[in-house]
């Protein structure tokens, strides 16, 4: 490929988005193995207990934010529409910090890990609007100069803090490269108009939020039932899989968020869905296929490539279809959802992640044998696709849901669960 028809891709399509919101993720494992190293395992639990902390309050409303934003292109395209956008980020990320910090000093942990915890938080809920800004930054001809700060911050900062053995620092380091793209929108703008704008987004955002949360919370209680059933080692291995199969969904939801950003335009959201799935298609069917040698290597010993087929004990075919179908589920149902699915879809969710959890409450072993750990978290995100309603997402959910429950049915019958 020529350096200028890379530099277009970069600056102008979905590869470029999807690059900038991996680039801090990627900086982010090579920081924890470097502070691993250099201040052994405890320092890796305090990054590890900065991070999660910081990221609770904003669970239920981060999610939604990007969609939610990505739908405004035009809005977002002027100067006034930006620092709006910004202004009301900013006062949620503001709110967020507060109850986070407020939360840690009363429960006991010292001002110093309360508050770089808190900061985390904030930056968590700017960074969730990071993906739907990026696009905006490529229209206005600054993914470039945004690209350059993410890398300042991660891996550049962040690293070096992870060889100087400073947890705290590599956290504040790892959640501003996140944040970015978002934290430039900030601007000098009204504190009313900021506020007005920001209950808007914010209830817009819950049901995306929602409908992400339902795959999440069914995933702690699977991770809880499946260690006696399969075993601390294969779980692991299982664990170790979905982390890199929850990286390619982050890498859709930047595409799908480049491809709405890109297709937005006048009429109603039914004229345009059909464009934008089709210019997402092509990176989803990339990411696919990533995930299906990233399963591979996982499970097929290939002679010339060492650790390879490690985890075969611990894979089956289903996780097959799981880590080629998931990024899929999540993109449609979250950035492809009509008006009339955004009222369905909740519900639906929660009714699909009610259903999981009562499997593996009463009967958690051939759920757990055959579908792994992250298993229920994707059925979910299978059975939400029902309930998107809306023409033309309608068609395309319905053969989605088809053909996932017909692979689904296929590897069931040609494979065998876990330790079986």
Not at 35 to 50: D, E, H, I
Not at 241 to 270: D, I, K, M, N, T
Not at 289 to 313: E, H, K, Q, Y
Not at 319 to 348: A, I, N
Request: proline letters at 5%.
């Amino acid at each position: 490929m020529k350096l200028s028809s890379l530099l277009r891709a970069l600056t102008h399509g979905g590869t470029g988005v999807a690059a900038a919101v991996m680039l801090p993720r990627a900086a982010s494992f090579a920081a924890q193995w470097a502070l691993v190293l250099v201040a052994g395992p405890a320092a890796l639990a305090s990054l590890a207990n900065y991070t999660s902390r910081g990221a609770v309050v904003v669970a239920l409303v981060a999610a939604g934010l990007a969609p939610t934003l990505t739908r405004r292109t035009r809005a977002m395209a002027t100067r006034a529409g930006r620092a709006l956008a910004g202004g009301a980020i900013a006062l949620i990320a503001s709110l967020a910090f507060s109850v986070t910090l407020t939360h840690e000093l009363w429960s006991g942990l010292g001002v110093m890990t309360a508050v770089v915890t808190a900061l985390f938080s904030a930056c968590t809920l700017f960074g969730a609007a990071s993906r739907s800004v990026l696009p905006i930054w490529q229209f206005q001809g600054r993914f470039l100069h945004t690209l350059a700060v993410i890398f300042f911050f991660s891996p550049c900062v962040s690293m070096a803090a992870a060889l100087a053995g400073m947890p705290a620092a590599v956290a504040v380091a790892l959640g501003l490269a996140g944040a970015t793209p978002a934290l430039l929108l900030v601007r000098p703008t009204r504190i009313r108009r900021a506020a007005r704008y920001a209950m808007l987004v914010v209830r817009q955002s819950f049901p995306y939020s929602i409908a992400n949360f339902s795959t999440v919370v069914v995933y702690p209680l699977a991770l809880s039932v499946s260690q006696p059933i399969i075993g601390d080692h294969r779980a692991g291995q299982q664990v170790l899989y979905w982390s890199f199969v929850v990286a390619l969904s982050h890498a859709s939801q930047a595409f799908a968020a480049r491809a709405v950003a890109g297709a937005v335009g006048p009429g109603g959201e039914a004229d345009w869905h059909a464009r934008a799935v089709r210019a997402w298609l092509p990176g989803a069917a990339a990411l696919s296929a990533t995930a299906a040698i990233l399963f591979a290597l996982f499970a097929v010993p290939i002679p010339w490539l060492p650790f390879s087929g490690a985890a075969r004990d611990a894979m089956t075919l289903t996780m097959l279809v799981s880590g080629m179908c998931s990024h899929v589920t999540d993109s449609l149902c979250v950035y492809f959802c009509g008006p009339r699915s955004r009222r369905t879809l909740p519900v639906g969710s929660v009714v699909s992640s009610a259903c999981v959890a009562g499997v593996l409450l009463l009967a958690p072993e051939p759920l757990i044998r055959n579908f792994g750990v992250f298993g229920p978290s994707v059925l979910v995100g299978v059975a939400r696709l029902a309930f998107l309603t809306d023409a033309p997402m309608r068609r395309y959910a319905l053969g989605t849901l088809f053909l996932l429950i017909s692979a689904f049915a296929l590897t069931l019958a040609l494979g065998r669960g876990v330790g079986l």
